[in-house]
């Protein structure tokens, strides 16, 4: 077993790691926003914002910031959060920029292209900028954009925020007919084990 260094409980560094990711995503989308950079808010963030509207208690605590762009817009967004203090990485096939050059992957903004597949083996594209709307001076993915991309990624944390959104009743049987019928099928694993 690896060993790790496990320091005392502290209410402190837990709230600390959240605001660090609300400062982030706030700075990348104030930078954005005010270059007239086009953007939207997706991920676990998205993910968190749409299951508030309904229950806060609900809302699960996500590390990174996934950022919806144009690839076009690559050039631009470098020297805007740039100018806002990140520096950028590509690593691992993924755009990235870090609060510093010796920031984790995992607390960075992750841009995702519009209109590409995030992976290969995706079913469809990520969705574009026009499928998302403003919502507390952010521009989130719309629930119906977010859930298709989280039925493509599939990942563990997809499945639980896809889990997430259906104990509140963002999700039910009824978007069995709104997903493409390639991903209908993980939804429908979703919805009849919630539990797993």
Do not use: C
């Amino acid at each position: 077993m690896a060993q790790v260094e496990i320091k005392p409980f502290s209410w402190h560094r837990m709230s600390e790691a959240i605001d660090a990711v609300r400062r982030r995503l706030n700075r990348a989308a104030e930078a954005l926003a005010e270059a007239e950079v086009r953007y939207a808010v997706a991920g676990g963030n998205a993910v968190a914002a749409w299951v508030t509207k309904v229950d806060r208690a609900a809302v699960r605590f996500t590390q990174d910031v996934d950022l919806l762009v144009q690839r076009g817009d690559l050039n631009r967004i470098r020297l805007v959060l740039g100018e806002a203090g990140f520096v950028y990485r590509h690593a691992r096939g993924l755009d990235m920029f870090l609060e510093g050059p010796q920031a984790k992957a995992r607390d960075a903004v992750h841009l995702i292209y519009t209109g590409e597949k995030v992976q290969a083996d995706h079913v469809t594209a990520a969705p574009l900028l026009d499928q998302s709307q403003a919502d507390g001076g952010l521009q989130i993915v719309s629930l119906e954009a977010l859930v298709e991309m989280k039925l493509n990624s599939y990942r563990r944390k997809d499945q639980v925020h896809l889990l997430d959104m259906i104990d509140v009743g963002l999700i039910d049987t009824s978007w069995l007919g709104r997903v493409p019928a390639e991903l209908s099928g993980r939804l429908l694993t979703l919805l009849n084990d919630p539990d797993g």
